[in-house]
C-alpha cells in the first residue's frame, strides 16, 4: 500500500464528548455505553473510498485543557484533524475554540497541508442539546474545515468516516490545473473590462479588478472589508493580495500573504484564497445568474462571463478590447463551433475540465479545432487524456 493510500487521522476533543466511542463503533462496530479511557490509543482499519482503500491511522487522544501546545506535535504528523464536541456540552465546544489551540493551528497550517473536519457528536440526545447546529457550522466555517452532526451511538460511523475521508482527498486534490491559474493571473494583468478600481496606497494610486469576480469570490460584505485593507497598503503588497484572490492562494505564499493581512484589524477568512475555495467558487459561477454575456449558437442562449472568455481565449479577447463592444450583452456566433462543443467549453473556460461529451473521434476532432479557432491563450494540452480515454482510436489525437 503506497503513501496515498495510508491517512493518519488525529481525533481531539474534551473529555466526555465521545471520541472514544466514536472510535471504537466504527472499528469494532459496536457501541460502547460507559467507556473511561486513561491514556492514548491507536487504531487501523482499512476503508474503501471512490473505489480505493485505505489504511487509517486514528489516534484517539486524551489531554486536559492545558495540553494544547504538547499535542501540536500530534497535528502536524496528522493527514486529517478531527476536532469533536458533545451537542449537550457548550464546554466541549468551548474547549476546541481555545486561542492557543487555534494560533497553533494556524502556525502548522503555513507548514503543511492538512483537513480539518469538525464533528458534534450525540445528536440522538436532541432534548439534551446545548449546542446548536448553526453554531456548530458558524465554528466549522470560522476555521475552514468540514461540518457534520453524528450520533456514535444510533449512526453508521463507516458513513461518517467515508464522509471525513472524501472531504480530505476534495481539499487536497491538485484540482485545478496550472495553466487555468496562469490564465486568472493574464486576466488580473491585462485590465481588461475592468469595472471597478481599487485606491490604494494611501489613494495615491489605483489596481483595476472585475468586480463580479471578487464579489463572488468575497462576498459582497468581505468586498466592502478588502476596500479598507487594500486603502493603505503599498501598491506592490496591494497588487499581490488582489493577485492571490484572483488565484487562490498557494501553500509556498501563505506565509507572505499571512504576514501582510496581520497588519490588517479586519478579519477575511483566509479560506477564500486557497485553491480548494477557488474551484468551488468557479463552478458557482458557472452555473450562477450574474453571467454578462448571452451567446447565441444554433438559436438556443448559452450565459457567460465576459471576463472568462477574455482569460482563456484570444478570440474573445481581441473582440472585447475594442471599446465599442464592451457593453455587448447578447452576441450571435461567429465562430462557426457547434452547440454542443459550446457546452462543453463552458466547463473548460471556469475550471479547466474537459470531460463529459467527448465520447468519440468526431468529437474529439472538433473539440481541438474549435479550441484552435479560439486562439487558447494557455499553453495547456489534453493530449494524455484523450490517449487513455480512445485507446484504440489513439489516430484522433489532433495535437
Excluded at 464546554?91 to 483537513?115: A, C, H, N, P
Excluded at 478579519?267 to 450574474?290: A, C, G
Amino acid at each position: 500500500m503506497n503513501d496515498n493510500q495510508n491517512l493518519k487521522i488525529t481525533i481531539m476533543g474534551q473529555g466526555g464528548s465521545g471520541k472514544s466511542t466514536t472510535v471504537l463503533k466504527f472499528i469494532q462496530n459496536f457501541f460502547v455505553e460507559d467507556y473511561d479511557p486513561t491514556i492514548e490509543d491507536t487504531y487501523q482499519k482499512q476503508l474503501k473510498v471512490k473505489e480505493k482503500v485505505y489504511l487509517l491511522d486514528i489516534l484517539d487522544t486524551v489531554f486536559g485543557e492545558l495540553d494544547w501546545g504538547f499535542r501540536a506535535r500530534y497535528i502536524k504528523e496528522t493527514n486529517i484533524l478531527v476536532l469533536l464536541y458533545s451537542i449537550t456540552s457548550k464546554s466541549s465546544l468551548q474547549f476546541l475554540k481555545d486561542e492557543e489551540f487555534m494560533d497553533i493551528m494556524r502556525g502548522i497550517s503555513e507548514e503543511k497541508e492538512y483537513s480539518i473536519i469538525v464533528v458534534g457528536n450525540k445528536k440522538d440526545l436532541e432534548n439534551e442539546r446545548q449546542v446548536t447546529t448553526k453554531e456548530g457550522e458558524e465554528f466549522a466555517e470560522e476555521i475552514g474545515a468540514y461540518f457534520v452532526e453524528n450520533s456514535a451511538k444510533t449512526d453508521d460511523l463507516v458513513s461518517l468516516f467515508e464522509k471525513i475521508v472524501t472531504f480530505h482527498l476534495e481539499v487536497t486534490a491538485d484540482n485545478l490545473p496550472q495553466d487555468l491559474l496562469e490564465d486568472l493571473e493574464n486576466l488580473f494583468e491585462k485590465q481588461i473590462l475592468i469595472d471597478y478600481q481599487f485606491e490604494v496606497n494611501n489613494g495615491n494610486q489605483k489596481i483595476g479588478c472585475h468586480r463580479i469576480y471578487l464579489e463572488q469570490r468575497l462576498g459582497e460584505e468581505h468586498f466592502e472589508n478588502l476596500k479598507q485593507i487594500l486603502f493603505e497598503l503599498p501598491l506592490q503588497e496591494a497588487k499581490f493580495v488582489l493577485k492571490n484572490t484572483y488565484c487562490g492562494l498557494s501553500n509556498s505564499n501563505y506565509t507572505q500573504f499571512n504576514k501582510i493581512w496581520k497588519n490588517s484589524k479586519i478579519d477575511i477568512p483566509k479560506k477564500l484564497f486557497r485553491y480548494k475555495k477557488l474551484k468551488n467558487d468557479l463552478n458557482e459561477m458557472l452555473n450562477s445568474q450574474t453571467q454578462d454575456l448571452c451567446l447565441i449558437v444554433e438559436n438556443e442562449e448559452i450565459y457567460f462571463h465576459k471576463i472568462f472568455l477574455i482569460a482563456r481565449f484570444g478570440y474573445f479577447e481581441k473582440l472585447f478590447s475594442k471599446k465599442q463592444n464592451q457593453e455587448i450583452e447578447k452576441l450571435t456566433d461567429q465562430t462557426g463551433i457547434s452547440l454542443k462543443i459550446w457546452k462543453i467549453l463552458r466547463t473548460y473556460i471556469y475550471n479547466g475540465e474537459i470531460i463529459e461529451g467527448i465520447d468519440d473521434k468526431k468529437s474529439c476532432q472538433e473539440l481541438f479545432k474549435a479550441l484552435k479557432k479560439l486562439k487558447v491563450h494557455s499553453n495547456f494540452s489534453l493530449k494524455d487524456h484523450f490517449q487513455k480515454k480512445f485507446q484504440t482510436n489513439k489516430d484522433c489525437i489532433l495535437m
